[in-house]
T-cell receptor, first 115, second 112 residues
């Protein structure tokens, strides 16, 4: 089954304690992306990756890091989390074809609470 | 001004009603338009994907794009309680543009 898998699904932690949210896809997609979803603001892109070792900032990258060492994995790293990073996070992936990018497949989300 | 505006709702309608969900946008260069459905505690899933102006139908769902008015709509016929979800509109400039701009979502509830 085609899937984007995120872990953990829920996490409550404290300010300053480094954390990593993992994302893995089994569709051999080149493009992967991280979003955060906040009430009234919709989905905002944090970082994206066009392929292995190729990453770039989205609209709200401050306080986040990513890496893309393998095609299937795209972890999101919060080196020193702060309460304003409390949010619902989604990982997504898609394929680029000769007709352009296809619509993205999303994971089921990670709810992060930073106290 | 946001690039994509969407009424957050909530919108509550009785089962069997026709539902109309809408988004407006400011950038006339958008060419590709999408509707995603998001159930509680789940990620968005693609419902409809259209290019440029016109209508596209898929079962009980019809997506409509009016580029002259910078307005897109999603119609749901014979609405069911299982259609209760948040609906997100989204758009991109061109097919090779990876970036998607999302609306903030409309929460829809279908009353049995």
């Amino acid at each position: 089954e085609a899937q984007v898998t995120q872990n953990p699904r829920y996490l409550i932690t404290v300010t300053g304690k480094k954390l990593t949210v993992t994302c893995s896809q089994n569709m051999n997609h080149e493009y992967m992306s991280w979003y955060r979803q906040d009430p009234g603001l919709g989905l905002r892109q944090i970082y994206y990756s066009m392929n292995v070792e190729v990453t770039d900032k989205g609209d709200v990258p401050e306080g986040y890091k990513v890496s893309r060492k393998e095609k299937r994995n795209f972890p999101l790293i919060l080196e020193s989390p702060s309460p304003n990073q409390t949010s619902l996070y989604f990982c997504a992936s898609t394929l680029q074809t000769d007709r352009g990018y296809q619509p993205q497949h999303f994971g089921d989300g990670t709810r992060l609470s930073i106290l | 001004q946001k690039e994509v505006e969407q009424d957050p709702g909530p919108l509550s309608v009785p089962e069997g009603a026709i539902v109309s969900l809408n988004c407006t946008y400011s950038n006339s260069a958008f060419q590709y338009f999408m509707w995603y459905r998001q159930y509680s505690r789940k990620g968005p899933e693609l419902l409809m994907y259209t290019y440029s102006s016109g209508n596209k139908e898929d079962g009980r769902f019809t997506a409509q794009v009016d580029k002259s008015s910078k307005y897109i709509s999603l119609f749901i016929r014979d609405s069911q309680p299982s259609d209760s979800a948040t609906y997100l509109c989204a758009m991109r400039l061109y097919s090779s543009a990876s970036k998607i701009i999302f609306g903030s979502g409309t929460r829809l509830s279908i009353r049995p």
